[in-house]
Each structure stands twice: as C-alpha cells, then as structure tokens.
C-alpha cells in the first residue's frame, strides 16, 4: 500500500519568507500527486496536483509544486508567503491504477507571523 | 453546484448513542468518500463508494461503523453505539471519474463530540 510522509509537522515563517514543505510518497509506480489546503475553519480544497507532463506543476496563491520521480517527492514552494497563508497544508498521492483511493499525508501546520 | 453538502456540521452526543451524519455529493460525480480527521491520526479514509458501490471499508474502525449510499445524491456515515474515542470532524469528499485521477471536493465537515 503506497504511503505519504510529511516531514514537517509544524512550520513558522515570517511574511515574505521563502516556503518549502516536504512531500515523500512510497510506491515505485505511476501516481498522481495534490496538495491540499485547510484554511482555519475551512474545508480542504485543492491547491494544485501532477497528473502527467511537466513535473513543475503551478496552483492557486502563487504556489507551486515539483515531481522529482526519483526522489519520490513532490515537495511545495511558494517563493513568499503571507499572513493569509496560515493553513494546514496535506499532500496526496492517488494510485493511477486504483482509481478511487487517495492517501493523505499527516499535515503540516504552517503560521505566518505578520 | 453548491459543493458538498454535509449535515449536521456539529453534533455533541452521549457516549452510547447513535449518531448519524449526512453527506449529498455534487451531482455527477462517480466517486464519494468518508473521511475523519484527528489530531492523533491526522485524516483517514473510511469508506468510500464508486457508482453507490462501497469499494473499499478497510479504514472502517470496527463494527460500530457503518455507511450506506442508496443513491447517487445521498450517504449516510453512521455510528452506533458511539464513544468518546470517536470524537473527530468527519468530512465526506467527492470527485468525477477521470480514469485513474481524482480530484477530491470536501465538505465543510462534520464535528462529532461523545462525552
């Protein structure tokens, strides 16, 4: 069964710092990977996901995404955050060829101090 | 589409009670999944249904746990009896089938609180 590992479970960055969390699944097949994102209070909505093609994949807020297949990772960047990007932050991996099951990763919390 | 619709988005019970949350997938997609989120387990897959077929309950905890889908606009998660170990939001998901790739939509979710 593939798995996500979160390395960070908790990240503080001040405004206008430089974002990276980290994203490790385990399965040597084809995937398709998401970040999720949980704003305080709010439901998860999807922030931008690799399916196939550029492994650079860019989503919502000015966030973006790299597959590096042999690393298994697909670690999010966000060249400077602000104050509204305090979230939790999940990401995913679905099975190309089970197409219903996405596994989640456990979180990272990350708080912008103004 | 008004999204996910998931009901009650807060219910506050007595251990040994039976709770029952609702979940009305957006209309057209394939796909509807039963999530929970903890602190200590982060977010689970219980259950989810294909075409109102249940694929897979291995993330179903125990017997205590049930869920249902009679049709394509209506889920129910059910728990019976419940305890306070239980306590979590319970969010219901759905996505469209695109051969192999599915894009998730949540509920707002349902919190659960067994005193």
């Known amino acids: 069964a593939q798995s996500v590992s979160q390395h960070n479970h908790h990240v503080i960055l001040s405004e206008a710092a430089s974002l990276e969390l980290g994203c490790n699944y385990s399965y040597g097949g084809t995937v398709n990977l998401f970040w999720y994102v949980q704003y305080p209070g709010q439901h998860l909505q999807l922030l931008l996901k690799?399916?196939?093609?550029?492994?650079l994949v860019k989503g919502i807020k000015g966030f973006e995404a790299e597959f590096i297949k042999s690393k298994f990772s697909f670690n999010l960047r966000k060249p400077s955050v602000q104050w509204s990007d305090t979230a939790e932050y999940f990401c995913?991996?679905?099975?190309?060829?089970?197409?219903?099951?996405?596994?989640f990763g456990d979180g990272t919390t990350l708080t912008v101090k103004p | 589409d008004a999204g996910v619709i998931q009901s009650p988005r807060h219910e506050v019970t007595e251990m040994g009670q039976e709770v029952t949350l609702r979940c009305k997938p957006i209309s057209g997609h394939d796909y509807l999944f039963w999530y929970r989120q903890t602190m200590m387990r982060g977010l689970e897959l219980l259950i989810y249904?294909?075409?109102?077929?249940?694929?897979?309950d291995s993330g179903m905890p125990e017997d205590r746990f049930s869920a249902k889908m009679p049709n394509a606009s209506f889920s129910t998660l059910k728990i019976q009896p419940s305890e306070p170990r239980d306590s979590a939001v319970y969010f219901c998901?759905?996505?469209?089938?695109?051969?192999?790739?599915?894009?998730?939509?949540f509920g707002a979710g349902s919190r659960l609180t067994v005193l």
């Open positions: 249904f294909n075409n109102n077929v249940p694929i897979d």
């Open positions: 995913a991996v679905n099975i190309n060829t089970n197409a219903g099951k996405s596994t």
């Open positions: 690799y399916f196939s093609g550029d492994p």
């Open positions: 998901a759905s996505s469209p089938h695109r051969g192999g790739a599915n894009v998730l939509t």
